[in-house]
């Protein structure tokens, strides 16, 4: 790479970086599985940054390349998750982000966490990172409808969550 497209992606690399582990700790619940998957991404997407440049979307590119990688790591081998009560808590520069109507993002993490992977990145997709269903299906690899069914039902179980039902119920009084 010539040192125009170096800077170029050294640029994006820092733009984008806390997105990426964001995205890969609402995917796999782990802030050092999430760091790694938002290093593979960018890794990925130097090592053919010409064309990732060329396609228009370098964002939509890493993020699919996150997703993708998320679910590799059950591919390769069986990974046994330790699940606990509560994810580890945000950091600052997370908590000023906020959660829309939640002021505890460890309840709702936990509750991500207890979904199926597909379903979980679906709703992490569509309402975390705000994307469109059309958008949602080309980072996933599926349909339109896959996405729309993934995400109606992790909805569905994430409204009989008795954390979150507690959450906001608290939030309400």
């Known amino acids: ?22 995205l890969g700790y609402a995917l796999t619940g782990d802030q ?3 760091e790694d998957l938002a290093q593979t991404a960018l890794a990925r997407a130097y090592a053919s940054w010409p064309r990732v440049r060329r396609a228009g979307e370098p ?11 998320s679910r590799d790591r ?14 580890p808590e945000p950091r600052a520069a997370d ?9 505890n993002r460890s309840v709702l993490l936990a509750a991500l966490m207890r979904l199926p992977a597909g379903q979980r990145a679906a709703v992490v997709l569509r309402y975390w990172l705000d994307l469109s269903e059309t958008e949602a299906a080309q980072v996933l690899g599926c349909s339109v409808g896959n996405v729309k069914s993934q995400a109606s039902r992790a909805l569905a179980k994430l409204r009989l969550s008795l954390e979150l039902i507690d ?7």
Not at 74 to 87: C, G, M, N, Q, Y
């Open 167 to 173: 959450e906001v119920g608290h939030d309400q009084r």
């Open 1 to 22: 790479m010539d040192a125009r497209s170096d800077a170029e992606f050294t640029e994006f690399m820092l733009g984008c970086w806390q997105r990426l582990v964001r």
């Open 95 to 103: 908590e000023a982000d906020g959660l829309r109507g939640l002021e």
């Open 59 to 69: 964002d939509a590119y890493v993020r699919k390349i996150v997703v993708n990688a």
């Open 74 to 87: 059950f591919r390769k081998r069986r990974v046994d998750e330790v699940l606990t009560i509560s994810p």
């Open 32 to 34: 050092g599985l999430a």
